[in-house]
């Protein structure tokens, strides 16, 4: 900043510079127009893709939750060579005698072979629980409420085309799965309309 001979100060050439930048700042409306128009298309694009993860881990959570018990019980009364019986459960200590699994379940050492454990009598020694489902998500047996594998792994009294079926709150069959059993011990996943062991997921 430097004074004239009149007295008077001339302002810095990069001072004008400022006042040029400061007249154009901010958006115009067109801008924002774009701007809102570009984060309508990614939020239509996003939301759906999330909601689809997030299903998915969901159904994929509670299918293999209670594959993951199947297992471990049948390797468990293989391994200590006694009967190992999964049970639904919803209070994770007793067996409802419900073909609802989506209240939880439980998986206890069933020495005696019980087919029909006493609903409301603790089983001991308990092996693991699971809790209900925090979700709306439907999981219903054709049938059966136990299931006992033996010394051999075999599941006893389980016929072919025993499946317990996972519907979520909709309905829609793309997130239906079911567990498959067989006499064998024999436990998968299928997915909707597929049939094995005489029954086909619905």
Same mark, same amino acid.
């Given at each position: 900043?430097?004074?004239?001979?009149?007295?008077?100060?001339?302002?810095?050439?990069?001072?004008?510079?400022?006042?040029?930048?400061?007249?154009?700042?901010?958006?115009?409306?067109?801008?924002?127009?774009?701007?809102?128009?570009?984060?309508?298309?990614?939020?239509?694009?996003?939301?759906?893709?999330?909601?689809?993860?997030?299903?998915?881990?969901?159904?994929?959570?509670?299918?293999?939750?209670?594959?993951?018990?199947?297992?471990?019980?049948?390797?468990?009364?293989?391994?200590?060579?006694?009967?190992?019986?999964?049970?639904?459960?919803?209070?994770?200590?007793?067996?409802?005698?419900?073909? *609802?699994?989506?209240?939880?379940?439980?998986?206890?050492?069933?020495?005696?072979?019980?087919?029909?454990?006493?609903?409301?009598?603790?089983?001991?020694?308990?092996?693991?629980?699971?809790?209900?489902?925090? *979700?709306?998500?439907?999981?219903?047996?054709?049938?059966?409420?136990?299931?006992?594998?033996?010394?051999?792994?075999?599941?006893?009294?389980?016929?072919?085309?025993?499946?317990?079926?996972?519907?979520?709150?909709?309905?829609?069959?793309?997130?239906?799965?079911?567990?498959?059993?067989?006499?064998?011990?024999?436990?998968?996943?299928?997915?909707?309309?597929?049939?094995?062991?005489?029954?086909?997921?619905?």
């Amino acid at each position: 900043m430097k004074t004239t001979n009149t007295g008077s100060v001339e302002s810095p050439p990069w001072a004008a510079g400022l006042a040029r930048a400061g007249c154009t700042a901010g958006f115009t409306l067109l801008e924002l127009l774009i701007t809102m128009a570009v984060a309508t298309i990614l939020l239509t694009i996003a939301i759906p893709s999330f909601q689809y993860v997030t299903n998915s881990n969901r159904i994929a959570g509670e299918i293999n939750g209670l594959l993951g018990d199947l297992e471990f019980a049948r390797s468990e009364a293989i391994k200590e060579g006694q009967y190992v019986s999964v049970c639904a459960s919803s209070d994770g200590q007793t067996c409802s005698n419900s073909q *609802s699994w989506q209240n939880g379940w439980i998986v206890f050492v069933n020495p005696n072979n019980n087919p029909a454990v006493t609903p409301g009598v603790p089983v001991l020694p308990l092996l693991r629980l699971q809790a209900g489902f925090s *979700s709306t998500d439907t999981f219903v047996s054709n049938g059966i409420s136990v299931i006992t594998f033996n010394r051999d792994g075999y599941a006893g009294g389980i016929a072919n085309g025993t499946i317990i079926t996972l519907h979520d709150s909709t309905g829609n069959t793309a997130w239906t799965r079911c567990a498959s059993l067989a006499p064998s011990g024999e436990v998968i996943t299928e997915q909707y309309n597929v049939t094995n062991n005489g029954a086909t997921c619905t």
